[in-house]
């Protein structure tokens, strides 16, 4: 066993065991702790709980990682690892009940700064399905135990797109007035609510597309690396990596065609 695939199987240990804490949780009823960038912008206990569960468990299995997550920051690591980690995606579909929502977590290589990290291991599960999204660097991507491929090409006029919108109210303005010139040249467009999962959408064909502004790291880790490994385009406009400045994945064709719109769009 090489030390990527115990590094997934690590990620793939303690991501099954948040999920389990988080859909106790559920199960139990959710209070929000607080709230962060806007009263939209929610961070429940569970997220924090989650969070203190997954770091705990690197901690112990890996302690000379450094770690970046969601709730409670970055400390350094003396190792070139970091772990990074959203203890739950999609915290308001989780506060409603809404059974999309997902434990992310992520190992990469460099400094905690998706422009320039190596994704080498992600595993991104939804508690409320079971389902469980795995990949390493060069060595595919998994439902399961079911390799996953994203969707063949396709014109963008057949094209099922996915995106989301951030938490303060002037920044879903502007991005539903991208919606509202993207969706008529689209088969149709989707908001989930959780990127880590949008982004495996994209890796087993659920989607053609996925495009947002705005992702923090933990959001995407995971999930990008997924993408990628299951043969998805993923980056940024006019050839930057994946940021929080934009982030786009989709098949390589599609993928072209869907930046030539959205760069007319977005500027």
């Known amino acids: 066993m090489d030390g990527t695939t115990e590094l997934l199987g690590l990620a793939r240990e303690i991501a099954l065991t948040a999920g389990e804490l988080v859909a106790r949780r559920r199960a ?4 929000v702790a607080a709230s962060k960038s806007s009263t939209e912008d929610i961070v429940t206990f569970a997220d924090r709980e989650s969070e203190a569960l997954i770091r705990s468990l690197l901690a112990e299995a890996r ?14 690591g003396s190792s070139g690892l970091t772990w990074v980690v959203d203890p739950i995606d999609g915290t308001v579909n989780f506060l409603y009940g809404i059974p999309h929502y997902a434990v992310s977590i992520a190992v990469v ?45 396709v014109e963008l006029s ?22 509202a010139g993207l969706i008529h040249r689209v088969r149709d467009i989707r908001r989930m609510g959780t990127a880590s999962l949008d982004l495996c959408a994209v890796a087993c064909g659920r989607l053609n597309a996925y495009y947002e502004r705005g992702l923090r790291p933990w959001d995407h880790a995971a999930g990008a690396l997924i ?28 993928a072209a065609r869907l930046e030539e719109v959205l760069l007319d769009l977005v500027g």
């Open 28 to 31: 139990e009823g959710v209070e």
């Open 63 to 76: 302690p000379d990682d450094g770690f970046l997550g969601e709730e409670s920051g970055a400390d350094a």
């Open 109 to 153: 290589e460099g400094e905690p700064e998706p422009t320039t990290w190596s994704a080498l291991a992600g595993v991104v599960v939804n508690p409320a399905s079971g389902e469980l999204f795995t990949a390493t660097a060069g060595g595919g991507a998994f439902l399961g135990d079911r390799r996953i491929r994203v969707a063949p090409p």
């Open 158 to 179: 057949q094209a099922l797109v996915g995106t989301g919108f951030g938490y303060l109210a002037e920044v879903r303005t502007e991005q539903a007035a991208v919606v």
């Open 227 to 254: 993408a990628a490994e299951s043969g998805a385009s993923v980056g940024g406009l006019r050839g930057a990596p994946a940021s929080q400045a934009f982030t786009l994945a989709a098949e390589p064709t599609v």
